[in-house]
């Protein structure tokens, strides 16, 4: 079986100005080839700024967000397609704060993911039971119906990533169990259609328990909020994926 790649992404939310690039500078220096890819999603407003900055290191650009049209009138919106001109190579669809915020549905996500595959980009989807639905015993029920509803034709490896992202871990310090990550990510490994995709893992990910999360079977990396807006944090989390 092919191994997934390991990946490190960055997840600013919206939360950086033009002055925080430098820490995208400082990022790129202390990992001049790493062993795992990097990727920060920054707000819009910076994607072609970090992408100028990053120009010729190994790190690369995403976006948080992508319409599932080219182009029209949509405003406010952005395509996969000006995303791309911007310099992204990814995009995250269908974080549970834009399903809560915005009512995104997994139809509309898989939408997204397919315009973002026709843009040339790498769609990272997001998946995650809610604290009430762990409680009722439906995580899985609920983290593989997203995913079955989530995935667009055509997606595979090459072009999708997994984020595992339980809704009650996400900025609030709480993490599952090592046992509750890894019953999740064993069903996303049997469940995806390309078992070299990578899955990672996302809520409240820091130095001090990254090197735990990414010694689970099947965490192949994790998107990180809170401790990716520094580069020391989140260079630390870098070091312990290379290590894994
Ligand atoms: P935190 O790492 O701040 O908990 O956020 C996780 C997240 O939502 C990444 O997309």
């Known amino acids: 079986m092919p191994n997934a790649c390991k990946l ?8 950086g100005l033009r002055a925080d690039l430098l820490e995208a500078r400082a990022l790129a220096r202390a990992f001049p080839s790493p062993g795992c890819g990097i990727l920060l999603c920054p707000p819009a407003t910076l994607i072609a700024g970090m992408a100028e900055a990053l120009r010729g290191s190994a790190l ?5 967000d992508c319409h599932a049209r080219e182009s029209g009138a949509h405003t406010g919106d952005i395509s996969a ?3 791309a001109d911007a310099g ?3 995009v995250i669809l269908g974080h549970s704060e834009r399903r809560a915020d915005h009512g995104e549905s997994s139809a509309e996500v898989a939408a997204k993911a397919h315009a973002a595959h026709g843009a040339g980009l790498v769609a990272i989807i997001c998946l995650g039971e ?4 762990r409680d ?3 995580t899985l029920d609920v983290v593989l119906g997203q995913l079955q509803d989530s995935l667009p034709q055509g997606a595979g490896a090459a072009n999708t990533v997994i984020a595992y992202e339980p809704v009650w871990a996400i900025g609030t310090g709480r993490t599952p169990t ?10 996303l490994r049997d469940a995806v259609p390309d078992k070299a995709m990578s899955l990672l893992y996302g809520g409240s990910v820091k130095p001090g328990n990254a090197a735990e999360i990414f010694a689970i ?6 998107l990180v909020g809170g401790a990716s807006l520094k580069a020391s944090d989140f260079g630390a989390i870098i070091t312990a994926l290379d290590a894994a």
Do not use: C, F, Y
């Open 8 to 15: 490190a992404a960055g997840n600013w939310k919206m939360n």
């Open 60 to 64: 690369m650009v995403g976006g948080q």
């Open 81 to 83: 397609r000006m995303l």
């Open 88 to 90: 992204a190579r990814h």
């Open 130 to 133: 809610t604290e009430a639905e």
């Open 136 to 138: 009722a015993g439906r």
């Open 178 to 187: 090592r046992d509750q990550i890894a019953e999740v990510h064993d069903a």
């Open 217 to 222: 079977a099947n965490v192949d990396g994790a």
